[in-house]
């Protein structure tokens, strides 16, 4: 079946390390996203990749860094410069044009 | 500047009791629109979305939106709730033909007494 897989489920972090969530999709999708989720605040856009080696800054860039060397593949890496890394990543593709998306499950971040 | 509202925070109905959920929007032109379903701990799962056509859309687990222009409003709803419907319900709308990305409301919570 088609889908999106992220990994892990649940990251524990210490503060000042890097660490990398995992989002992979056998959708064929163009596009890909990254969202965080905090309580009350709804999904904010971290980064978006439209095509292969390309992708753009969202809303929420800061202290993140991203990937795009396969279709398949959109990894997330949290650094240590993101101030408040505590949060739920939801990670969605989609065929592009603003046409919707698919989301995995998400991974709960917690920096200990 | 775009923006999508969810003016109910939270939202409390009896099983079987009907249902209706409020989105508004602003935008320049009239956007895609779509109702995303989130159960806790989980991704979300798409409820429906409209495109063009038909005012009134169908989607999964007997829910239904009507556009309406003239308010900005996608409002969901569902006749008679289940206790299963129990969840967190985002409206989210993206620009036609634009691959940015959708923005998304900031939920309302769900709960269904029995």
């Known amino acids: 079946d088609g889908g999106i897989t992220q990994s892990p489920k649940y990251l524990f972090r210490k503060e000042g390390q890097n660490v990398t969530l995992s989002c992979e999709q056998n959708?064929?999708?163009?596009?890909m996203y990254w969202y965080r989720q905090d309580p009350g605040q709804g999904l904010r856009l971290i980064y978006y990749s439209q095509i292969v080696n390309d992708f753009q800054k969202g809303d929420i860039a800061e202290g993140y860094s991203v990937s795009r060397e396969k279709k398949e593949s959109f990894p997330l890496t949290v650094t240590s410069a993101q101030k408040n890394p505590t949060a739920f990543y939801l990670c969605a593709s989609g065929p592009g044009q603003g046409l919707g998306y698919t989301f995995g499950s998400g991974t709960r971040l917690t920096v200990v | 500047a775009q923006s999508v509202t969810q003016p109910d925070i939270h939202i409390t109905v009896s099983e079987g009791a009907s249902l209706e959920l409020r989105c508004n929007y602003s935008?320049?032109?009239?956007?895609?629109l779509f109702w995303y379903v989130q159960s806790p701990g989980q991704g979300l799962q798409l409820l429906l979305k409209?495109?063009?056509?038909?005012?009134l859309v169908q989607g999964i687990k007997g829910f239904e939106a009507e556009f309406k222009r003239s308010q900005s409003s996608f409002n969901l709803r569902k006749p008679s709730v289940h206790w299963s419907d129990a969840a967190e319900y985002f409206c989210?709308?993206?620009?036609?033909?634009?691959?940015?990305?959708?923005?998304f409301g900031s939920g309302t919570q769900l709960t269904v007494l029995p």
């Open positions: 959708l064929n999708h163009d596009a």
């Open positions: 409209y495109f063009s056509g038909d005012t």
């Open positions: 935008y320049g032109a009239t956007p895609y």
């Open positions: 989210a709308v993206a620009p036609r033909g634009s691959a940015r990305q959708l923005t």
